[in-house]
């Protein structure tokens, strides 16, 4: 038997790169979101997260991937909440997660999804998932300027 | 918009289980849930250290079965679902399972014994330390065996025959491993063994079964080996020696050593590429690799039944370890 080069494999599609990064923000209020698509970052960027934990002002960490091999059906929401981890389930392609102790925000969006879904639907309905928890407050809204204030 | 809060209170059913070494602390809201789960569990006395999480909440609205498959992962989750109504939530860092399932599913043990216990050892083990190998693995007075090779090579036939000549069966597919201090074990579940429908050639025992449509689509007969073939089963041991299977069209045995980095490069292709976020699960798993790897190897060509390379296999054992005791 010959060496062969190790082969890992990727089912999960935990390792598709995602060149695009931005951020906003400076010191505790910054937003940083990488993605492998630049609509989806641009957007998420644009969209004005300002996230707070605790009633403070806290860093929020977006990766998200657009998906273009996972399932496309379904316009149901399901949101899944255990302890610190949120999931919100759109059909069964679109799968983001939130992680309120990490302050972290990543997952994978459907190719038929549109970003302005994604940002003024899905994203706050996560996010907002939280706002009756004792440990985080998060308040969602759209301000004039189309930001959204978490 | 559907919401489920997975609520510890609300889960009444509590139970320590333990799946191929790994104590799991399952609570869920439905007893018929507990108890198939409770059948499934193995005690042993090789736990590895840490355990897991399991909290399910079954859905008493719905009663859709296990659909179609979808996985996902970013950084410390992996999220599996099986149709609309099944979803499951890993959280490697915090090493727990949330789930919410139908009725139906809740009700469906071949489910649990052969998707969902092995994907879930397959993506919390990492932070366990207990790294799933795809081997089959024997045991003969204590020594224990593992059986590598692609789908196909004839690991599940070789074990059972194995198992007809004396060795306690641990398990023929994907054997879970850990460390304990320097050395390592391996562990079996309690899914059945599952043998292509040529094997009723080799085994006339399987006449008096029927092929079932197996989870990946296949005709198959799935038995339990016990059952089926009277074979000892033994849950975990200490495996002496790793063998690459390889048959070939010529009739005979040969055994040629391999190295340890083609070990390596083998159960390396068998897991999951983990995340930098999991800094200790990768340098747990790459320790427990790294000892699989240094065990004594070797290439098994055969052409024949599994019988024969059975006799082989068992004669080549019997030699190692009396070099071993020399």
Known sequence: MTEEPCWHPDLLRRFVPTPYVF???????????????????????????????????????????????????????TIVSDGAIRVLYLGRGTILIHDHERSELFGFIARNVKV????????????????????????LQRSDKGHIAC | MLFLSIDETDLHYSM???????????????????????????????????????????????????????????????????????????????????????????????????????ITLGVLGAAMGLVPVHCACLELDG???????????????????????????????????????????????????????????????????????????ELAYEVDIAEAFGARVERACEPRWLVFLERTQEAGAVFAPISSAEARSYVNSSVERLPLQLPEAIAMREQTIERVAMLPGWRFRYGGTPQFAAKELREFVVHRRQEIYV
């Open chain 1, 23 to 77: 951020s906003k923000g400076v010191g505790p209020s910054r937003l940083i979101v990488e993605s492998n698509d630049l609509e989806i970052a641009l957007s998420v960027r644009r969209a004005g997260i300002v996230y707070r934990n605790r009633n403070r002002p806290g860093r929020l960490l977006c990766k998200l991937i657009r998906d273009v091999a996972g399932p496309v059906d379904g316009s149901g929401i």
């Open chain 1, 116 to 139: 302005e879904e994604l940002t003024s639907s899905l994203i706050p309905a996560l996010l907002n998932a939280w706002a009756n928890t004792k440990s985080t407050q998060l308040l």
């Open chain 2, 16 to 118: 320590d289980l333990c799946f191929a070494g790994a104590g799991c602390d399952l609570r869920t809201n439905s007893s018929c849930l507990a108890r198939g789960l409770e059948r499934l569990s193995l005690s042993t006395g090789d736990t590895v250290p840490g355990g897991f999480k399991m909290r399910v909440v079954v859905d008493e609205s719905s009663d859709e079965g296990a659909g179609e498959p979808h996985f996902r992962g970013l950084r410390h989750v992996v999220t599996a679902s099986f149709g609309r109504s099944n979803v499951f939530v890993f959280d490697i860092l915090r090493r727990t399972l949330s789930a919410s399932v139908s009725t139906a599913l809740a009700r469906d043990e071949r489910f649990w014994k052969e998707k969902l216990i092995p």
């Open chain 2, 143 to 217: 020594d224990g065996l593992l059986i590598a090779g692609v789908s196909g090579a004839g690991k599940s036939t070789l074990s059972v025959a194995l198992s007809e000549d004396g060795f306690n069966y641990v398990s023929d597919d994907w054997t879970y491993i850990s460390r304990r201090r320097n050395e390592i074990v391996a562990h079996g579940t309690s899914a059945p063994v599952k043998l292509l429908p040529d094997a009723v050639e080799h085994f006339r025992r399987l006449q008096g079964h029927s092929l079932q449509r197996s989870m990946n689509g």
